[in-house]
């Protein structure tokens, strides 16, 4: 950073406060896997002219001001002091994954220095089995949600078999915003039932959300250790990769949604693992946090027709519009420990239910409420305590279907991770290319990596095996 620029840019959201303050400080990780050696002499020049005219944020700073509100301010930003190329420290290419792997748990760890804006670029050149190279972009939660950096992101980045095509995002029609309550009132004055409903579980939800956030923690486990949170946990980071049409083959037979199968594979999966490790444990109480997209927007199509929305709209599409489901995850019993389905038919059920209700804003409103009464790092603290009660957190992104290239590096592999927050666990998910790439922050030297990813991959394969059975 070289200096700095003497307008002030607009207000930080307060989403974006909560997630860089003393009680939190979260990152997201984009890995991008490339099928050759990377060459890196076009990186500042593409940092320069593609990547830092995407937003402001990019090229700015958080500060705070004569009123002690953080803002955004645009500083002269020198690349170098963003892009790291690491020496890993063996000549044998078979530990490149392990040096990988142990340097990817390094910057997890790591906080971004407030004093130049909030992201960097890792380039490894080393091999490994999934990738002739990686580059992980880490970008800090401040500057805006997965679904704000992908857009960020995929603006990089071209089409492999053809640059002059945008790309195209599966078909998808995503639900309606929890935000958007008129089609509620107008349903209600014909059908008295519905209203009650929401009311009834939206006390009941907002009641739960408010306990689980202030007095109620989830059970000790094999996925919640409950650490002393004063310091980062440091954790591991690895991935799985299944088919789409594999998933798809249980969506049709159940007759569900994708979203739906995923969240049933993954609890299963969790409470695999509980049993092996402990066989008490897979009856405990434990709860995921399901991140929700609340922009009031409809499915997009194509990549293009994103960055136009962003474009016009920037300060309502931009940005952290996330919100927190609180879905238990299901117990093992006889009756689901064989008949897995059980877990995706639950998952349905608790998610739609919790969609159908108002929990979600309300609880917005008490942490605005608390921000003005009590100030930002108050309300920091309470998300803080939320995350910390809750066993993991599971959080989603679409990628595009066609193959992307990075300055005709074609990319075989995409996936990201989120990294901060005081849980042992972390799952999130990246279609693309007809792969759904699943991937795991496990806190190290707690959850043994190689027997909860075995559970996984047992977890679809049961459920596959399971869907076929016509008596489900």
């Known amino acids: 950073m070289e200096g700095y620029d003497e307008e002030i840019e607009e207000p930080v959201s307060p ?14 990780l984009g890995i991008l896997e490339s099928e050759i050696p990377i060459e890196d002499h076009q990186t500042l020049s593409l940092l320069q002219n593609v990547f ?11 500060i705070n001001d004569q009123n002690g509100e953080k803002k955004w301010k645009k500083v002269e930003v020198s690349l170098q002091e963003h892009v790291h190329i690491p020496t890993f420290p063996s000549t044998n290419s078979s530990l490149y994954d392990v040096n990988l792997d142990d340097y990817m748990s390094k910057i997890s760890m790591e906080h971004l220095p407030q004093n130049r804006p909030l992201w960097e670029i890792h ?124 998933i798809k083959q249980v969506k049709s037979r159940l007759g569900v949604s994708t979203n739906d199968v995923i969240a049933g594979l993954i609890f299963y999966g969790i409470r695999l693992y509980m049993q092996q ?52 995850i299901p117990e093992l019993s006889d009756k689901n420990i064989e008949n897995p389905i059980e877990f995706i038919w639950e998952a349905q059920k608790e998610i739609n239910r919790k969609k159908n209700s108002l929990a979600t804003p309300l609880t917005g409103m008490v942490l605005n409420m608390v921000k003005k009464l009590r100030g930002p790092e108050a309300s920091a603290r309470f998300v803080y305590n939320t995350l910390r009660n809750s066993s993991a957190t599971i959080s989603n992104i679409i990628g595009p279907v066609e193959q ?28 693309y290319m007809g792969k759904l790439r699943i991937a795991f922050g496990l806190e190290k030297d707690f959850i043994d990596k190689h027997k909860f990813m075995s559970c996984i991959e047992t977890s679809l394969e049961m459920m596959i095996t399971a869907s076929r059975n016509k008596d489900f």
């Open 277 to 328: 490790m402990n066989q008490e444990s897979s009856k405990h109480k434990s709860t995921a946090l399901v991140l929700l997209n609340t922009r009031n927007i409809g499915g997009y199509k194509s990549i293009k027709e994103m960055v136009e929305i962003k474009k016009n709209t920037q300060s309502s599409v931009w940005g952290n519009q996330f919100a927190f489901l609180h879905v238990p």
């Open 123 to 246: 380039i490894i050149k080393y091999p490994t089995k999934n990738a002739a190279g990686t580059l992980v972009f880490k970008l800090h939660h401040a500057l805006g949600d997965g679904y704000s950096l992908m857009g960020a992101l995929l603006s990089c980045l071209e089409r492999y078999d053809n640059p002059s095509l945008p790309f195209t995002l599966p078909s998808s029609q995503r639900p309606k915003s929890v935000f958007n309550s008129k089609p509620f009132f107008k349903r209600s004055i014909l059908f008295p039932s519905i209203f009650f409903s929401k009311v009834f579980n939206t006390v009941s939800d907002f009641g739960w959300s408010m306990l689980k956030s202030s007095l109620v923690e989830d059970d000790v486990t094999p996925i919640r250790s409950c650490a002393d949170d004063i310091k980062l946990r440091e954790i591991i980071i690895s991935s799985v990769n299944f088919s789409m049409d594999r």
């Open 15 to 28: 989403t974006g406060q909560y997630l860089n303050s003393s009680s939190l400080c979260v990152s997201i």
């Open 404 to 431: 992307m290239a990075l300055a005709n590096h074609p990319i075989k592999g995409l996936y990201f991770m989120v990294v901060g927050p005081p849980q042992s666990l972390t799952i999130t998910m990246t279609s």
């Open 52 to 62: 830092l005219p995407i937003n402001k944020r990019f090229s700015s700073i958080m």
